[in-house]
């Protein structure tokens, strides 16, 4: 006769007891990653944008107005989508990009009824098409 402890009775004897850890778990801040470093083009490119800044258009009224510096905005289909630096339109510093009733940060849900992905997409597009035949 063999006399043993059998498998199940060894999961219960070395089970511990559970204990809630609701609340109790501490999360740090991730430092930003080197895959967050712009690349040469990207880099040109941006540096290109802010030197046309001045005559660049805004996507929405069509206008560059001295008292509201044009903006470059980032085309995204969802917030979580990454930034891609080639996706880029002109917009109306306050009352077009960060404020105002048709903005992307300030009324996201208007903007995304009145300007669609695509749209905006085809702006960028067009703008950086603009850059690489001039370069």
Request: glycine share 4%.
């Given at each position: 006769?063999?006399l043993g402890?059998?498998?199940?009775?060894?999961?219960?004897?070395?089970?511990?007891?559970?204990?809630?850890?609701?609340?109790?778990?501490?999360?740090?801040?991730?430092?930003?990653?080197?895959?967050?470093?712009?690349?040469?083009?990207?880099?040109?490119?941006?540096?290109?944008?802010?030197?046309?800044?001045?005559?660049?258009?805004?996507?929405?009224?069509?206008?560059?107005?001295?008292?509201?510096?044009?903006?470059?905005?980032?085309?995204?289909?969802?917030?979580?989508?990454?930034?891609?630096?080639?996706?880029?339109?002109?917009?109306?510093?306050?009352?077009?990009?960060?404020?105002?009733?048709?903005?992307?940060?300030?009324?996201?849900?208007?903007?995304?009824?009145?300007?669609?992905?695509?749209?905006?997409?085809?702006?960028?597009?067009?703008?950086h098409l603009?850059?690489?035949?001039?370069?």
């Amino acid at each position: 006769m063999k006399l043993g402890i059998t498998k199940a009775d060894q999961l219960k004897h070395n089970k511990k007891p559970k204990v809630s850890t609701f609340g109790t778990k501490k999360y740090k801040i991730k430092k930003k990653s080197s895959k967050n470093v712009l690349t040469l083009e990207e880099r040109a490119y941006l540096n290109h944008l802010d030197s046309v800044r001045d005559i660049a258009l805004c996507f929405v009224c069509g206008k560059n107005r001295a008292d509201d510096p044009i903006e470059w905005h980032h085309v995204k289909n969802r917030s979580s989508d990454k930034k891609n630096h080639f996706r880029l339109i002109p917009l109306c510093g306050k009352k077009h990009h960060r404020n105002g009733d048709i903005s992307p940060h300030g009324n996201a849900k208007k903007w995304r009824e009145l300007y669609s992905y695509e749209e905006q997409l085809l702006y960028a597009a067009k703008i950086h098409l603009r850059y690489l035949n001039e370069h």
